[in-house]
């Protein structure tokens, strides 16, 4: 059974930093494309940040960039979204997703129907 779990959300002040993880059990994460998108209350799921089956790392959200950084560790069969310098806007549902399509090239997309496989997602909350 293909499987997402997050972890690492939480209530963190601004100018704070978080790491969320996302576990991946039934298949090989590094394969497939990694999203993380983010659903604020009333808003849509936004795209945050994707790493390619290559390896290239596209902060999609101009607010996230300079810090927000998507990694994976290949021997834990994880990713990572490493949050720095967190903002009240940063509040919200985080999820990691994959594309797991056949014949799929591997780049990076930001539309969220075209990643099949998703998390449960974890609550980051930015307050002070």
């Known amino acids: 059974q293909l499987q997402l779990v997050e972890s690492g959300g939480g209530l963190v002040q601004p100018g704070g930093s978080l790491r969320l993880s996302c576990a991946a059990s039934?298949?090989?994460?590094?394969?497939?494309?990694i999203g993380w998108f983010r659903q604020a209350p009333g808003k849509e799921r936004e795209a945050v940040s994707c790493l390619s089956k290559s390896g290239v790392a596209i902060n999609y959200a101009d607010s996230v960039k300079g810090r927000f950084t998507i990694s994976r560790d290949n021997a834990k069969n994880t990713a990572y979204l490493q949050m720095n310098s967190l903002k009240l806007e940063d509040t919200a549902v985080y999820y990691c997703?994959?594309?797991?399509?056949?014949?799929?090239?591997?780049?990076?997309?930001?539309?969220?129907?075209?990643?099949?496989?998703w998390g449960q997602g974890t609550q980051v909350t930015v307050s002070s």
């Open positions: 997703a994959v594309i797991n399509r056949g014949r799929y090239d591997g780049s990076c997309r930001r539309e969220p129907l075209i990643y099949n496989y």
């Open positions: 039934g298949f090989t994460l590094d394969y497939y494309t």
